[in-house]
């Protein structure tokens, strides 16, 4: 019985004068392995709304996205609560333009409140200038015609997405609701079925 009385002296002793195994946080700052996996991020000059990361993510509610078509413009929505992210990398592996969000360094997202944890992010949308349909984010289509190059010369509503952008001052286009397409209507920024109509009566 006294040998391992002596045994468990000798690892207190042992311990007294060893360095410590714990961190001195936050009296030091935690620092992360390369890689880590924290809060993910957006980017909001890369991000284009386009939702793909929305589709993606595998828990429910944690990114989410709203169409508010009576807002004045009308806005796409994304939002991202972190308290149910699982950091999975989903959303940053999936992304449209591969930097709109990324997993980020950022581990200490305790917070009082799980209100505090919501991020919303608003990107105005395109509305078919003929019928009024929501056809995508202003900045998804421009990202396409710069994506495109010169073939986006193929597609009038990509020009004009474009030249809109380069106006200072928005373009006030009147909405043609209810009348049938015209073909004075090519240089209108239109949704694919007005498109279509458009090329059947071309
Ligand atoms: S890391 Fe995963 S769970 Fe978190 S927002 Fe991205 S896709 Fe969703
Ligand atoms: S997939 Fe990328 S570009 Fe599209 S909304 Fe998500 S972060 Fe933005």
Same mark, same amino acid.
């Given at each position: @019985?006294?040998?391992?009385? &002596? ?15 714990? !961190? ?27 939702g ?6 595998? *828990?429910?509610?944690c &990114? /989410? @996205? ?5 807002? !004045?413009?009308?806005v796409?929505?994304?939002?991202h609560?972190?308290d ?5 990398? =989903? ?7 591969? *930097? ?7 581990w ?8 505090? *944890?919501?991020? !919303?992010?608003d ?10 349909? @929501? ?15 010169? &073939?986006?010369? !193929?597609?009038?509503? &990509?020009?004009?997405?474009? /030249? ?12 043609? /609701?209810?009348?049938?397409?015209? *073909? /004075?209507?090519? @240089? ?5 079925k007005?498109?279509?109509?458009? =090329?059947?009566?071309?």
């Amino acid at each position: @019985m006294r040998l391992p009385k &002596l045994r468990e002296l000798k690892e207190a002793v042992t311990a007294v004068f060893s360095p410590r195994f714990t !961190t001195r946080f936050p009296a030091t700052p935690c620092v992360v392995p390369e890689k880590y996996r924290g809060k993910p991020e957006f980017d909001l000059e890369t991000c284009i709304g386009c939702g793909a990361c929305v589709n993606v993510c595998p *828990t429910p509610g944690c &990114l /989410s @996205m709203e169409d508010d078509l009576e807002a !004045t413009p009308p806005v796409r929505r994304i939002t991202h609560r972190y308290d149910t992210c699982i950091f999975c990398g =989903n959303c940053e592996a999936n992304c449209t333009t591969e *930097t709109g969000i990324a997993l980020s360094n950022e581990w200490d997202l305790a917070v009082l409140n799980r209100e505090d *944890t919501i991020e !919303t992010h608003d990107f105005e949308l395109q509305l078919c200038e003929k019928c009024g349909e @929501m056809i995508g984010t202003k900045k998804h289509l421009i990202w396409l015609y710069e994506k495109l190059g010169a &073939l986006a010369y !193929t597609n009038p509503s &990509l020009l004009i997405a474009k /030249s809109n952008e380069l106006h200072k001052e928005p373009q006030d286009v009147e909405q043609q /609701s209810g009348k049938d397409v015209q *073909t /004075s209507d090519f @240089m209108r920024i239109l949704c694919p079925k007005c498109k279509c109509e458009l =090329n059947i009566r071309l």
